[in-house]
Structures are given as C-alpha cells and as structure tokens.
C-alpha cells in the first residue's frame, strides 16, 4: 500500500474501462539522495535512497538507473543498507513517527514490507548495526526497548540499555559479543557490553552530556571507535576506556550528518557536513574537503566499492549520484535514469513538444530532445537555486518565448536558449507628481489571446504607491498603464483563453475580465492551485477537489468523478479533453469533467504535481518521479 497524505483520499473513477497509457521517462536525472549503498557481493550492484522517491538500483555500476519497485515512493527516506549476510536484502530507514521506521526488501528492492518485532513495537529509523564476524547479528536502536536478531533479522528480541536510550549501536567487528551503545542516558550517554547485551558499563570518559546519534568502528582496529555527540566527531582508541575531541573545522551550529569508514583503508574516513565533504587519511587527525563536482549540495553519506580501493560514491541532495575514481577527491555525476526529482511546474509550447521547460526544487532545467536536459542559470539565477515564476511561448512566433519572476521579464528568441531581459519602462516625472511610483510587477503574466502585441501582467502592488494589480501593455512591452479595476489582492496566475479575455488568480480568488484586463469580476473565491480555461470553460485545481465552469465562471459544480481529493495541477486540450493530477496519479476526462479515465499504467510514482500539454504528449512533474510524459489520448 502506498503512504496517502491525510487530506487525500480514494479517487473514485465513474469509467470502469481502462485507458492503457505508455508513459516514457523523461528526466531530468537526478534527485535528492539521503544514502548510497553497495552489494558487496556484486560490485556492479547499487542503491540510492532518495527523499520521496523511493529506493534506485543500478546494475552497471552507476551507468543507468532503474526503480525496481514502489513501495517506498513518497516515504521519507534517511538510510538504506545491503544486508552483509544475505545481499539481496535491503534494509531502509523511514522518517514517519509513529509508524514503522524500518523496512526491508529481500528481493534487490522490487519489494518492501515494514518490520515490527511485536505487534505494538516500532524501531526508530536510526541505521542497524551488523557484526562483521557475523552478519546475522544485527542490533536496531530505539528509544526505550531496543532490538536484536541472532537470525539476520527473521526473529527479534527485545532488551534494555540500562537508563538510556540508544540512537546508535556499534558491534566489534572481531567479536561480536562486544556491543556499543550510544543515546541518551540519565547519567551516561554512551555504555558497553562484552557478554552480547547481558550486562552494560558506562563508557563516555571524556564524552559532553549531550546525544550520541553516531558510532562506527573500522575493521582491522576494533579498539578505535568513533562517536558522534551532537556536531562533534570524537574518538576512542581504547575500546570506550576514554575519548578525545576531533576537529572537523565546522564553525557554530553547521551539521555533521554522516561519517563513513573506507573499508580498504581503516585511517579513511568521509565526513558529510553542512560545509561540504570531509576526508581524514589519519584516523581523523587532520581533514581537508574534498567532493570537487558536487558542488554545494549536501552529501549524507558515501559508499565504497567492495573490491577497488579509492572508488568512491556519493549521493547529494539536488543533483543525484555521484562516483569518484581518486578517492573522492573529485567526483562526476552518475544519475542517468534515476529520475526522482521534485517536480514544482511544467511549461510547453502548444504546438510542439520542445522545447519543455520545468521548474524543480533545485533549479530551472529546459529539454529539447527526449531524456536531454539543460540547467538554466544566467540570467535568471539568484542564489543557490534558479527559480522563476513562469514561461510564456509567443502565439505567433514558435521559438519566441518569455520568462517572468517578481519585478523582471526576459525574452528568447531561440526557443529558450539564450535570453534578454527586456527592459521595463519607470514611472515619468508626471506620474510620480500623481503619485504613481510603482511599476508592473510580473508574479503573472499572459499574452492576449487575440493580438501578440498584448500582454497583461500582474503581482503585488501597492495602492498608496499608484500601483495597480494588472499593467496592461499594447506594444509589446514599451508601455504600460494600470488595469485591473475590481481585483483585490496580489495577482499570481494569469490567462488569456480568448480574445480580450483574462482570467486572474489572487491569493484566495478567481477573477475574470472580457474587456482587456480593464475591469475584473469575482467568478470563484478560494485558494487556487491550478487553472486551466477555454473561451467558455474553466476547470481550477483545489485543496477540495476540481471544480469547473462551463458559463464563463457564472456558476460552478465540483467535478462529480473526483471527490474530496486535493488536485494539484489541471491542463485542457485543444479537442477540450480535460487532465488532472492529484496524490493518486493523471486523469482524464472527454466529458467536460463528469467521467474520468486512470491513465496510471506503468507510473510508479503517481504524486503528481505538474502538468502540461506540448505538442501531440502529455507531460506530468511529480514529487520525487522528475518528469514522465505520453502521447495525448
């Protein structure tokens, strides 16, 4: 079953014929990845665990990427391990308390079932610890009881950590009877056993009072143990008889999240922090950053090839995966295929397929053929991440295309290849004498419907600055007058379905105007997330569902085939076809929206949160799936 939001509910689909639909990846290749692993049986074999996105599998050592089931789609991942013992196996960590934290797959992550000891029990989604002399030894840290299996994990018990909590288990990897513990205790955070968890001692000398959230233990010096308190790396080379602090060179509150071991190598460690990847060749010593080529995404956690010492994988938090052959001082991506980015809005030409544009979480990506995409940055980027409010293609010339976000418009002449901003005229003296001193703004903007020279803008504005919620240009841009009577509010979505048509969205309204933006009337009142309209009807995307007008926005009813399910993006054909994405995959309908057909075969992602119509294909953007497209039934 897959993890529903609370405010989602079953689809209820009036058509009980299937539409088969043959949806094709698209990409863009890359997402947020918490954890990589690798089989150590089979170097070819690896895994990325990706923030609603499910868990990835590579066959070909990185080279391409497969999601070889959904059972975890939409689940916050943190963690994903191969089982040392049986490699097949997976094991997961699920950020959701109050639910079951861990998971496992015992068929290469085709297939994933919750693990529970008892029937009232959940572990938490802190990472298991296996013994290396005996991978079926495996302890799973939680607050209050904790768990072992002597069995890989068929059977459980439970036990205590005397007055503490543990977040983190470390297993000797010469004896498995020497066990770590680390958490929060009343008196001692840290505590150890050499009878297998009979019996524990405190074993945090020089540890502060503060959380263990961390241990590790290299394979060939079972007397070193690394510990992680809060942000601080500290170290132990005496079985836990004593500890000294590790200077990682974090500065204030920046985050330690991972710290990985090179297994050919026990004084390698990899650190992943807040100030970017660590590495220590001196059993943390001394550390330098290292990760050229992951830019400034956050890595949590690298994995090592089995075989080949200084072959190095890396999962970030915006751009995917990662391999690096020197070591991981520099790294080149490896993502092809693994498309589980988070999907914010789609933009494409009417007429065409190409080019597509889509908004993700971690910047504005253009496609030009099937599966190739293109970041933009210049002259759009700001920051860390380039975002715009939208794109809008010109209605009499295919490669003239407009972008616009907050104050600033640009143009491309290219289908969207280079771009120019396009200036923006100031107020004149004799407006600002009047008390106009605020220009258009560009949350929203739309070409008429009719004329090309025609373009309406609208966004925040202030009336004690004579700005207005719409500016309306005849010539292309040159010039602008305020327009826009009637509306209240900040305008952040604008249409022109028809000729002097516009239809504007507010915070919380929907309006409509058929005289040019002049003057507006209120047609529906509530928060919208999408629009789609016509010369006659208009279809909205709600928290409530969809709903839809066939008068001009006169009079409404709720599309009677989707109820009580949020809708978050909505399209409408040329032949008036009507598609819709909610929680629970696309939808259409040839009716006007009183039927509607799944068009859900083959998506294993169906948290749909953008559509859009280019060409002859249909394109959907879902959170944590990047973008998957079809042909338009």
């Known amino acids: 079953m897959r993890f529903a939001l609370a405010l989602a509910t079953a689809l209820l ?29 089979n170097p070819n074999v690896l895994y990325a665990a990706t923030s609603s996105g ?71 989604d802190q990472p298991l610890a296996f013994a290396a002399s005996n991978p079926s030894i495996i302890y799973a840290p939680s607050t209050n009881l904790h768990y072992r299996s002597a069995d890989g994990g068929k059977t459980w018990e439970s036990f205590r950590v005397p007055d503490q909590d543990a977040y983190a288990f470390a297993i000797d990897p010469k004896n498995p009877k020497i066990v770590y513990a680390g958490g929060r205790g009343t008196q001692h955070h840290l505590r150890r056993s050499t009878d297998g968890g009979k019996t524990w001692k405190p074993a945090d000398n020089g540890l502060p009072d503060r959380s263990i959230k961390l241990l590790a233990i290299p394979r060939e010096r079972p007397e070193t143990i ?18 000294s602090e590790l200077d990682l060179g974090l500065q204030g509150t920046e985050k330690l999240f991972s710290l990985d071991l090179d297994p050919h190598d026990p004084s390698t460690l990899f650190a992943g922090t807040e100030n970017g990847l660590r590495r220590s060749t001196d059993g943390g010593e001394t550390w330098t950053t290292v990760g050229g080529g992951l830019d400034n995404w956050y890595c949590k956690g690298v994995a090592f090839h089995p075989k080949t010492k200084g072959v190095v994988y890396a999962g970030t938090t915006g751009k995917g995966f990662f391999r690096s052959t020197d070591g991981g001082e520099t790294f080149q991506p490896m993502s092809t295929g693994l498309g589980a980015g988070w999907t914010e809005k789609l933009w494409a030409s009417p007429g065409a397929a190409a080019p597509l544009f889509a908004q993700l979480g971690v910047g504005l990506f253009r496609e030009d053929a099937p599966g190739t995409w293109t970041e933009l940055e210049a002259p759009f980027a700001s920051g860390d991440k380039t975002e715009i409010d939208g794109i809008v293609f010109d209605r009499q010339s295919p490669k003239r295309l407009y972008a616009h976000q907050n104050a600033k418009w640009w143009r491309s002449e290219d289908a969207g290849r280079s771009w120019q901003q396009i200036e923006v005229p100031e107020p004149g003296m004799r407006d600002m004498m009047r008390g106009k001193i605020q220009g258009p703004e560009f949350d929203g903007l739309a070409q008429d419907a009719g004329d090309p020279k025609i373009f309406y803008a609208g966004g925040s504005w202030s009336k004690d600055m004579g700005g207005a919620p719409i500016n309306r240009s005849t010539n292309g841009g040159k010039k602008w007058e305020a327009a826009g009577s009637g509306i209240t509010g900040s305008v952040r979505m604008l249409r022109s379905p028809a000729p002097g048509v516009v239809i504007a969205v507010t915070g919380k309204d929907v309006y409509r105007s058929s005289d040019g933006a002049k003057t507006f009337t209120l047609v529906r009142s509530g928060e919208i997330k999408d629009l789609a309209a016509d010369a006659t009807h208009i279809y909205v995307a709600t928290k409530q569902g969809l709903y839809r007008s066939s008068d001009s926005g006169a009079t409404w009813s709720r599309a009677p085939g989707i109820k009580e399910d949020e809708v978050e993006a909505v399209a409408l054909a040329a032949n008036g076809k009507v598609f819709c994405g909610t929680f629970d995959g696309v939808f259409m309908s040839a009716d006007e929206g009183s039927t509607w057909t799944a068009l859900n075969e083959g998506l294993m992602n169906t948290d749909v949160r953008a559509l859009a119509i280019g060409g002859s294909r249909l394109y959907a953007g879902f959170a944590g799936g990047s973008v998957q497209s079809m042909e338009l039934p």
Request: charged share 15%.
């Open 13 to 41: 689909i009036t058509l009980t014929t299937p539409l088969l639909a043959a949806w094709r990846a698209e990409g863009p290749w890359l997402g947020t990845v918490v954890d990589v692993a690798s089989d150590p049986a």
């Open 54 to 124: 499910g868990v990835w599998r590579s066959d070909d050592g990185g080279q391409h990427w497969i999601l070889p089931g959904d059972d975890l789609v939409s689940r916050p991942l943190v963690w994903i391990a191969v089982d040392p013992g049986t490699p097949s196996t997976l094991w997961a960590g699920i950020d959701n308390p109050g639910h079951a934290g861990l998971w496992r797959s015992l068929d290469h992550g085709k297939s994933w079932n919750p693990v529970r000891p008892e029937k009232a029990s959940y572990i938490l």
């Open 226 to 243: 690394y510990a992680v308190a809060s942000n601080q790396l500290f170290r132990s080379t005496n079985a836990g008889e004593s500890w």
